[in-house]
């Protein structure tokens, strides 16, 4: 959003504005130029209008000037024209900017420029890279000056007729100051990032990604990732530290290949996503298993863990998640090494939540797998294992996922990367566990602005969950959370299915204003702007 003196270019987001957007539509293209037919209500819905995206001018609280953008396909254009994929450049990322329109006494003036700023950084914001638009042919010379080039035959009727064209980014740069500013300042500024990846990087971090890269196989680089192994074991508590270039996935898959070593049958504990992952991963590697299995977020009681591990005295291994990402939930870690104990059971746990954000003691788990986001506070790309045991390698498993040859080569028997372990050398450096009382608070101020939030004390303090009302649109909410520059987790699929949000809290959480963010949200659900019945 900007603001000059009493006009605002934002993100259209209420009721109120939207139902202006449907009469201002009605006065340019009913009224003013004859494309749609004249009716009593002088108001005009956009067969788009659930897909659209409308940036708005307003002064004071009167909307001025619109424009649609829309990403998904078919277009317009490909409605009137064919697929217009014959006319645009190879590979291009297109969106289509539809229903222009500024009150006529605000045209000519800077109005136009401002939303047509905010229009273009909108769309390079998003991923797109060729704007379409169909410029009525009273402006085709003024759409040719801001760089947009006509492809195709004109379309529309004798009374209304529109060029296609077309702008990419390589138009931007060549087609005057006003477009080169746009291209530099193409990201808004983001007042708040609370996402579990990619988290906010630390200056020194971002400075050490971007230093130049040495060999893989130099006596700096080995001395530089020993370090690394040696905070992360100090860190966690464990005896051995491999580091692989991959994810969290990555490094589940390399515990799974070493599950298959230890053979025998083993326990699986799911109440979210990422149990449910180690179990489709423990499928792939045709592991025999039993499952313990939960509604989501629901509490898995230590006392069915047991009752498991006594009625199945053949289990040998326990595999399970610490921080279950999806809501937050947070295992009991020194209970289930002592379950797991009694029962003579090697305990496994995906640590890709918890390692770097909960402070725990790993001693005693068998395989810890993390990588070097989220907690650990740099970029991610690197996958981690941590074992209790000394491990040899195995010709049965492919190379990449034997841990044996990792232990072997002392972690570098494969190209690494330097740059990855130099940020991660850098994370580990400056790195603090989050504040447990802030999220508490955030926990409680959510509660009392009358989100539903999952679980309480006893979840991470690095992940908050809330459950949004039928009512209110998680894509909606998110979207206009992001359009303000404060990203919340929305868009995996899982939390879109289930109609959740998160706040997450790793990474340099010095960058962020968590009292902003419940502001907004707060300020966001009492609007009903995200609500699913204003976006028909």
């Not at 603001?3 to 009721?15: H, M």
């Not at 494309?35 to 659930?50: I, K, P, S, T, Y």
């Not at 931007?172 to 983001?190: D, H, I, M």
């Not at 003691?361 to 993390?370: L, M």
């Amino acid at each position: 959003m900007i603001q000059t003196d009493s006009l605002t270019v934002k993100i259209a987001d209420t009721p109120d504005e939207m139902e202006q957007i449907h009469r201002l539509n009605y006065e340019t293209f009913a009224e003013e130029i004859p494309q749609h037919a004249q009716n009593g209500e002088r108001r005009l819905v956009d067969r788009f209008h659930a897909e659209n995206t409308y940036m708005i001018v307003k002064r004071d609280d009167e909307v001025i000037g619109m424009a649609a953008i829309r990403g998904s396909r078919p277009f317009s254009l490909d409605q009137k024209l064919g697929t217009v994929d014959t006319y645009l450049p190879p590979e291009a990322k297109p969106c289509e900017i539809r229903l222009l329109s500024l009150k006529s006494e605000y045209r000519g003036s800077r109005t136009f420029f401002m939303l047509c700023d905010q229009l273009v950084s909108h769309c390079l914001h998003e991923g797109f890279d060729t704007v379409l638009i169909s410029g009525t042919d009273r402006q085709t010379r003024l759409y040719r000056h801001m760089g947009f080039r006509p492809f195709g035959p004109a379309v529309g009727t004798d009374r209304a007729r529109f060029q296609p064209m077309l702008l990419t980014e390589s138009d931007f740069t060549s087609a005057g100051g006003l477009f080169r500013q746009l291209v530099e300042k193409r990201k808004p500024a983001v007042n708040g990032q609370f996402l579990p990846g990619p988290v906010p990087i630390h200056e020194s971090v971002r400075k050490a990604w971007a230093s130049p890269a040495i060999s893989h196989r130099s006596a700096a680089f080995m001395d530089e990732l020993k370090s690394v192994q040696q905070k992360i074991a100090s860190l966690t508590k464990v005896n051995h530290v491999q580091v692989a270039v991959g994810t969290g996935t990555l490094a589940n898959d390399l515990v799974a290949g070493q599950l298959s070593r230890i053979g025998g049958k083993g326990l699986i504990l799911a109440n979210g996503e990422f149990g449910e992952r180690l179990i489709r991963q423990a499928e792939r590697w045709q592991l025999p298993f039993s499952v313990i299995r939960k509604p989501w977020a629901a509490d898995v009681a230590l006392s069915e863990v047991e009752a498991a591990l006594s009625r199945e005295p053949d289990i040998r291994w326990l595999w399970t998640v610490h921080c279950e990402t999806s809501s937050g939930y947070l295992y009991l870690l020194d209970e289930l090494k002592a379950v797991c104990r009694r029962h003579d059971a090697l305990l496994c746990v995906d640590a890709c939540s918890s390692a770097g954000v909960v402070p725990a003691d790993y001693s005693g788990v068998h395989f810890v797998s993390t990588g070097s986001g989220k907690g650990f506070g740099s970029y991610p790309g690197l996958a981690i294992v941590l074992h209790e045991e000394p491990v040899q390698p195995d010709s049965r498993l492919p190379a990449y996922l034997d841990l044996g040859t990792y232990a072997e080569a002392h972690s570098v028997p494969f190209t690494h990367s330097a740059n990855g372990i130099r940020a991660l050398h850098a994370a580990l450096d400056i790195h603090t566990f989050p504040d447990f009382r802030k999220t508490a608070e955030v926990r409680e101020q959510l509660a009392a602005a009358g989100f539903d939030v999952i679980g309480g004390a006893s979840f991470s303090p690095g992940v908050v969950t809330c459950a949004l009302p039928e009512a209110v649109s998680s894509k909606a909410f998110g979207d206009r959370l992001k359009a303000r520059g404060i990203l919340i987790s929305y868009e995996s699929g899982y939390l879109l299915g289930r109609n959740w949000v998160q706040l997450a809290f790793m990474g340099d959480q010095g960058q962020n204003d968590p009292e902003r963010a419940v502001g907004a949200m707060t300020e966001l659900l009492k609007s009903g702007a995200a609500n699913k019945d204003a976006h028909p």
